[in-house]
Nanobody, 114 residues
Framework: QVQLVESGGGLVQAGGSLRLSCAASGRSFSTYAMNWFRQAPGKEREFVAGISWTWSGARTDYADSVKGRFTISRDNAKNTVYLQMNSLKPEDTAVYYC?????WGQGTQVTVSS
């Protein structure tokens, strides 16, 4: 059974940093695309960042709102994907979800105070 477990969320002041982790189990995800989404109160879930493999190597994609501030990475040996979030803004406040295919984690809350 596939499981995705997020951790690393919390409360941080604007301008601060957090690193989210998503530990995957149930199979190896080394060749699967892994994504981070987020959902703020009263808003739809939105794509934040993704990492996948192409013939030329790893490919990363970011939402325009987080480019230059967030970095997605993965450790295949640990079956874990990370989201390094720097220069956080209050509008980054949301529940952050890890995703691969049809599988979702339970989410981790990130709150950025102004």
């Amino acid at each position: 059974q596939v499981q995705l477990v997020e951790s690393g969320g919390g409360l941080v002041q604007a301008g601060g940093s957090l690193r989210l982790s998503c530990a995957a189990s149930g199979r190896s995800f080394s060749t699967y695309a892994m994504n981070w989404f987020r959902q703020a109160p009263g808003k739809e879930r939105e794509f934040v960042a993704g990492i996948s493999w192409t013939w030329s190597g790893a490919r990363t994609d970011y939402a325009d709102s987080v480019k230059g501030r967030f970095t997605i990475s993965r450790d295949n040996a640990k079956n874990t994907v990370y989201l390094q979030m720097n220069s956080l803004k209050p509008e980054d406040t949301a529940v952050y979800y890890c995703n691969t295919g049809s599988h979702w984690g339970q989410g981790t809350q990130v709150t950025v105070s102004s």
